[in-house]
Nanobody, 124 residues
Framework: QVQLVESGGGLVQAGGSLRLACAAS????????MGWFRQAPGKERESVAIINWSGSNTYYADSVKGRFTISRDIAKNTVHLQMSSLKPEDTAVYYC?????????????????WGQGTQVTVSS
């Protein structure tokens, strides 16, 4: 059974940091493009950060550039999102997703597997 399980969310003050983790299981994801998405209440899901299979290519939403860093450990089938200088507008449920596409897919509809999400709340 293929699973993506996120962890690391929580409540943090503005300016603080959090490190999200996504553990993949059920098969190897070494050739998958992995992504972090988020959805705030009343808003559409948006892509936050994407990383290709080798880690050599990444994408960041303009709103998080310079503050968030996506990384992956192919051997451990994990993906991380280091979030720094957090702002209240970063508050959302964060989802990890995987797609077999070798391209950096920004559209969530391209992703085949999704985690259950982890809540990130940034207080002002």
């Amino acid at each position: 059974q293929v699973q993506l399980v996120e962890s690391g969310g929580g409540l943090v003050q503005a300016g603080g940091s959090l490190r999200l983790a996504c553990a993949a299981s059920g098969r190897t994801f070494s050739k998958d493009t992995m992504g972090w998405f988020r959805q705030a209440p009343g808003k559409e899901r948006e892509s936050v950060a994407i990383i290709n299979w080798s880690g050599s290519n990444t994408y960041y939403a303009d709103s998080v550039k310079g503050r968030f860093t996506i990384s992956r450990d192919i051997a451990k089938n994990t993906v991380h999102l280091q979030m720094s200088s957090l702002k209240p507008e970063d508050t959302a449920v964060y989802y990890c997703a995987a797609t077999r596409s070798l391209l950096l897919q920004i559209d969530g509809r391209a992703y085949d597997y999704w985690g259950q999400g982890t809540q990130v709340t940034v207080s002002s």
